[in-house]
């Protein structure tokens, strides 16, 4: 799966956030994701309230993406998921398909 299609799911029907490119960077280089995690985090939390919105349901729709197609490509489907669940555990405190409650709120409004 290349960059198109990532930030394709990532950003829905609206233009890509800037924090869009280093989600699809981690998701290229899994290798990077955890030197990535923190600068990911802390370009998140300066968001205004409809941009944490939209980084939610474009992580939100990676999982669903992946769940979609687990059998298509367990792989990229695995690596997904895992980098969209650790992101929003990370910013959010949670996960909002998982039913779990934040653990704590995130300055971004949350």
């Known amino acids: 799966m290349g960059n198109t299609a ?6 829905g029907n609206e233009e890509p956030l800037p924090v869009f490119a280093s989600i699809v960077r981690s998701l290229e280089h899994l290798e990077e994701f955890p030197f990535l995690v923190e600068p990911i985090y802390r370009e998140a939390v300066q968001l205004n309230e409809v941009q944490t919105d939209r980084l939610r349901f474009g992580l939100i729709r990676l999982q ?12 990229t489907a ?4 895992y980098v969209a669940q ?13 039913g779990e409650e934040p653990v704590e709120k995130c300055s971004c409004g949350y």
Do not use: N, P, T
């Open 64 to 75: 669903l993406y992946a769940d979609i197609h687990r059998y298509d490509d367990m792989e």
């Open 86 to 98: 650790v992101l929003e555990r990370v910013i959010f405190g949670g996960l909002l398909l998982e």
């Open 6 to 11: 990532y930030i394709s799911i990532i950003s």
């Open 78 to 81: 695995q690596k997904m998921k």
